[in-house]
Each structure stands twice: as structure tokens, then as C-alpha cells.
């Protein structure tokens, strides 16, 4: 039971994708290699970090990240690096400037625009006048007592 257990818990553990060779020996380093590539979309998994995807793609740019790291770029440096080589969508956070604005945009102003249109609609719906009589005439109220009756 006890095995069953320890092989559950192995198997629930997080898998990163990075290989031992892929490695920096420095600690430092490979934690700051492991915060940038986090941060950078799989090109090919599409929304999977590169940490986290087993595509060559991702395994090239995480070495990438590592080679630009140990060359001395900063955190930025690296980030603007494979940005301009990938474009903005290899990140998986787009920054907040020019075409992407209108995306990060689009969606609080659709979900304001359909509360608005619902609002409206309830507003006018609980102020309309019914089509018909909400009252039964004599005849239809017989007739319903007759078919109640059985």
C-alpha cells in the first residue's frame, strides 16, 4: 500500500520538460533560466511554457535562454532576445502596449457592452404592458372548470 501511495505521489508531482543536460551547474543561473523560460509560450504546444513542453522547438529555446544567460544578458535582455527573433507571441503574458492593448481590452469592454444590452432588455421587459388580458373571460373560465372537472 505504502508503495502504491509513494507511486501516486510521483506521478501527481509537477514534470518539467528541462533535461539534466539542458542544466546550468549554477544554481542562480538556472533559476533565473527557469523564471524567464516559464514566462516564454511553446511555439509549437501553443499554450504550454517551454519549462513545461517536450517539443524541440521548446528544447532549442530553453537552451537559447541558458546560452544567453551564461553569455550575461539580463533577465530583459533575454526576454527582448527571443522576442524579436519569435515576435510578441512567444510570450505567454503579452505586454499591455500598442496592438496588444486591444486585445487585453476586448474583454472587459464585450463583457460591460452585453451587461448593458441585458440591463436594458430586463428594464424595458419589466415596463412593457402584456399583449393580452391577464384575466379570463367568463366563458373561457367555465370552459376551464368544465375540463378541471373532468
Known amino acids: ?46 499554450n504550454e511554457s517551454i519549462d513545461d513542453s517536450n517539443a524541440a522547438l521548446a528544447h532549442d529555446l530553453r537552451v537559447l535562454v541558458r546560452d544567453r544567460l551564461l553569455a550575461g544578458d539580463s533577465d530583459a535582455e533575454v526576454v527582448a532576445f527571443i522576442v524579436d527573433r519569435y515576435g510578441e507571441y512567444v510570450l505567454l503574458n503579452p505586454r499591455m502596449e500598442g496592438s496588444t492593448l486591444a486585445l487585453w481590452l476586448a474583454g472587459p469592454l464585450m463583457l460591460l457592452l452585453g451587461g448593458g444590452f441585458a440591463f436594458a432588455y430586463l428594464r424595458r421587459r419589466a415596463g412593457a404592458t402584456p399583449d393580452r388580458a391577464e384575466t379570463l373571460s367568463e366563458a373561457e373560465e367555465a370552459r376551464l372548470h368544465d375540463i378541471l372537472d373532468g
Not at 500500500?1 to 544554481?27: G, H, K, N, T, Y
Open 1 to 46: 500500500m505504502r508503495r502504491l501511495i509513494a507511486l501516486l505521489c510521483l506521478l501527481a508531482a509537477p514534470v518539467f520538460a528541462v533535461q539534466p543536460d539542458e542544466m546550468l551547474d549554477d544554481p542562480a543561473l538556472e533559476a533565473r533560466a527557469r523564471e524567464i523560460s516559464s514566462g516564454l509560450r511553446c511555439l509549437v504546444c501553443r
